[in-house]
């Protein structure tokens, strides 16, 4: 039930910032043409739930997952990590460097809360 609950609560952070880290993200790399007419608007929404998805599953799992939480973030990645493969593999290596800031921000927050 604890995995459930904090795979949903990556879901709902990710749709709440999903347009902030899009503006990031296409204000990093700029973005000359697509091969879909969407608005500018969605495609950053699009963009940016993958990547606040991949940011605070990985956060969240790495924090609080408990037993076998690499398994779970590994599993509920699959889908981010076909949308990245599939539309932007010329930058697969930022949404990486996300998960493996959110892993250490996930490490560093098991440690500090970890019973002695």
Do not use: C
Not at 18 to 33: C, I, M, S
């Amino acid at each position: 039930m604890k995995k459930i609950l904090l795979f949903l609560a990556s879901l709902i952070l990710s749709v709440l910032i999903a347009e902030l880290v899009g503006k990031f993200y296409f204000y990093l790399f700029p973005q000359v043409g697509s091969f879909i007419s969407i608005p500018a608007n969605a495609g950053k929404f699009i963009v940016g739930i993958f990547l606040a998805y991949i940011f605070f599953l990985t956060l969240l799992f790495t924090a609080f997952g408990g037993a076998k939480k690499y398994w779970w973030i590994a599993i509920t990645l699959i889908p981010a990590a076909l949308f990245e493969v599939y539309f932007d593999l010329q930058h697969i290596y930022f949404p990486m460097a996300i998960g493996l800031v959110a892993w250490l921000l996930g490490r560093g927050v098991a440690l500090f809360t970890e019973k002695k």
